[in-house]
């Protein structure tokens, strides 16, 4: 605890010393990597950081706002947020295939992200969230991974930064949440699950439309709520709803109805090679199965996926 104080004052008088009165640029996703790296360099340098966030909005309900909330009221910097749904949509338009999706958004992301910068922000120094377990997974090949993650932004040629700056490049994830909460960010964020980079891209399954984006994010946001009121949330490693997009009957007073068919999907885990499914309380899955279908639209069945990671893996694409 108080070693994390120490590296909170020597981290800051190094990037100011660092830094001088030159600008930083950072990309932010609000995850925890790099959104503890954003308010270390807050303090050190306040506006004369800035911090880019790509809203693709493939994320969770509100979760942008909340994000660009954070950062605006609570951390002194130069925020931007670039909407761009749209954009991201119509690239994933008549898609399906899982590492199809990724690599185009992970390719729009770039794009968007870059010209960002490469118009407003070219000079002065680069920032990243890089913690020391990344340093040691890149080192890695990439043999072993099933899917391709999307974390390490590279830079590209023609943009060239004074350097890069890797605050928490020596830190472990629990140092880092440390370091979150005396930094003052809030304990919801901190304390984030895992999200993946194209986010609700891989968690509707097939292709995505807005449409399908707005009920997966209605369901899920019942669902974070339900495990949030009955404490369980804090006891999963993950949870999250699917949309596989599945039709199924379904009685609704007198009439038939044929809609979507929503999985949540829960596990418990050390390390996310392995995993367990989660042995959620039926009562608590019986409320949020009936929530979803009263309250989402266009949802008329909800399953429990009762896979372990292996065979199964957490996100279902
Ligand atoms: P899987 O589905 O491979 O997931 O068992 C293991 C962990 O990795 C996350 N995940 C991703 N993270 N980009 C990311 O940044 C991705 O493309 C991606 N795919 C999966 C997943 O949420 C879980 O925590």
Redesign the pocket.
Known sequence: EWQMDSFIDSTVAKLKEQIGDKGVVLGLSGGVDSSVAAALLSKAVGKQLTCVFVDQGLMRKDEGDFVEQTFTKLFDMNFVRINCQEEFLSKLKGVSEPEAK?KIIGTEFYNVFWNKIRENYGSGYFAQGTIYPDRIESGKGDAAK??????QVEVPQDITFEGIIEPLQDLFKDEVRVVGEKLGLPHELVWRQ?????GLG?RVIGEVTADKVKILQEADAILREEMDKCGYASQMS?FFAVLPGVKTVGVMGDSRTYDELVAIRAVTTDD?MT?DWAKIPYDILGRVSSRIINEVEHVNRVVYDITS?PPG???WE
Not at 146 to 151: A, L, R, S, Y
Not at 194 to 198: A, D, H, I, M
């Open positions: 990724r099933i899917k391709t993650h999307h974390n895992p999200f993946p980079g194209p891989v993950q996310f995993a990671k893996t957490v996100e």
